[in-house]
């Protein structure tokens, strides 16, 4: 039978060792280090009991250790979080060179839609409408029908409603109408029966400055079913004819001597396909129609 000794239920002596400094915050991990050591000899102790004693709980909670800042240097505080900076966002100057370029040719392609539809439109009207379009062009279809219908073939002068006249009886010889300008006064019942075949017949007051007769003469020289001459006491500077049209201008720039040209010649006509350069024609001037071939002795055309 063992014998317990009688110093194995002591308890952990609390009581600061003489002479040992009392410890502070940091030297709690050494305290429990000399409870242990403590217990570690009750321990042996008590081996020789039955039943060994039951380690007992540490009394001390051990806290964590407090950090202290280094002698001679301030804790360091928070530094307050620095603001974020936006970016800036740099505006590119825009780039005109693509942009002048995509323009041109937008303006460029719209141009020729344009044109194309335009060329459509114009083949699609009929000389008529055509001519009906020429601002201040008088269109004797409309305006005299009985009048345009009159187209005998007769000798001698005749009298007309219009000075020039677009339309009437008129001799069986026709004006030479090859391009031929005339630089005096020619018979209007020659000049008619001309248009009759498709001529366009420009007519212009003897006042009229030498250049501007000239800027006439270059559309009439070398052109077929095309004639000129001067015409006293023209009421305008110029006058255009075609069988049943007529416009008058007051200078030889004016456009829409071109536009009665093209829309007209050739085509406001009674004897379409008849030549205007050949058979029954004359080149004399002057006022008075020359009745070739009523005496028999020269043979007279059937138009």
């Not at 280094?70 to 942009?99: D, F, L, N």
């Not at 829309?263 to 058979?279: F, H, K, M, V, W």
């Amino acid at each position: 039978m063992s014998t317990q000794h009688g110093g194995g239920n002591r308890k952990p002596s609390t009581k600061a060792v003489s002479g040992a400094k009392p410890k502070q915050g940091g030297d709690e991990d050494a305290d429990l280090e000399d409870v242990d050591a403590v217990e570690d000899s009750e321990v042996s102790d008590s081996e020789e009991t039955a039943t060994p004693a039951k380690p007992k709980a540490n009394p001390r909670k051990s806290a964590p250790a407090r950090k202290t800042a280094p002698a001679g240097k301030r804790p360091a505080t928070a530094r307050p979080a620095a603001k974020k900076i936006a970016p800036v966002k740099v505006k590119q100057g825009m780039s005109w060179g693509p942009i002048a370029l995509f323009t041109t040719v937008g303006v460029l392609a719209l141009g020729i839609v344009g044109f194309a539809g335009y060329q459509v439109y114009e083949n699609g009207l009929g000389w008529r409408d055509r001519a009906d379009q020429i601002s201040g062009l008088k269109d004797y279809y409309k305006l005299d029908k009985a009048m345009v219908g009159q187209r005998e073939h007769v000798w001698g002068p005749q009298t007309y409603k219009l000075s020039p006249p677009v339309a009437g009886n008129h001799n069986p010889n026709w004006q030479r109408c090859l391009g031929d300008v005339y630089t005096s006064q020619i018979a209007s019942e020659h000049a008619l029966h001309s248009m009759e075949h498709g001529a366009v017949w420009i007519t212009y007051n003897p006042s009229l400055p030498a250049d501007q007769v000239e800027a006439l003469a270059k559309r009439v020289r070398g052109n077929d079913y095309m004639l000129m001459s001067p015409y006293p006491n023209l009421d305008a500077p110029i006058s255009l004819q075609a069988w049943g049209y007529q416009l008058k201008v007051d200078n030889a720039s004016d456009k829409r001597i071109d536009e009665f040209i093209k829309a007209l010649r050739q085509n406001a006509t009674l004897e379409a396909g008849t030549p205007c350069s050949s058979g029954d024609i004359i080149t004399e001037t002057g006022s008075t129609p020359r009745d070739l071939g009523k005496d028999g002795t020269t043979q007279m055309g059937s138009n």
